[in-house]
């Protein structure tokens, strides 16, 4: 059974940083295709980064140059530094698993073969 679970959550000020971690069982975080998604109420779901099986990261637009995607394979666990955060960043952060190590078949889809349950991030201006 796999099983991903998010930590590192929590309020910080503007300008701060963060790191969330991904703790994945039963699903080795190298070999497939993870993501950190954030959602915010009254918000649709957005994708922030992904990382793809060889290690390739892709970030959307708002948060390339703050955060940075990246896998602790020792860990097996999939990181997320969050850095000169701001108020617009405050949401719950996801991540997720697609068992295919290149990203195409998951980016922009619903085709993510698991998630975890979400850890809150709160930005304070």
């Known amino acids: 059974q796999v099983q991903l679970v998010e930590s590192g959550g929590g309020s910080v000020q503007s300008g701060g940083s963060l790191r969330l971690s991904c703790a994945a069982s039963?699903?080795?975080?190298?070999?497939?295709?993870m993501a950190w998604f954030r959602q915010a109420p009254g918000k649709e779901r957005e994708e922030v980064a992904t990382i793809d099986g060889y290690g390739w990261p892709t970030y959307a637009d708002s948060v390339k140059g703050r955060f940075t995607i990246s896998q602790d394979n020792a860990k097996n666990t999939l990181l997320l530094q969050m850095n000169s955060l701001k108020p617009e960043d405050t949401s719950t952060y996801y991540c997720?698993?697609?068992?295919?190590?290149?990203?195409?078949?998951?980016?922009?889809?619903?085709?993510?073969?698991?998630w975890g349950q979400g850890t809150q991030v709160t930005v304070s201006s």
């Open positions: 997720a698993a697609g068992l295919r190590p290149s990203c195409g078949y998951y980016r922009g889809s619903s085709n993510w073969d698991y």
């Open positions: 039963g699903y080795t975080a190298r070999n497939g295709c």
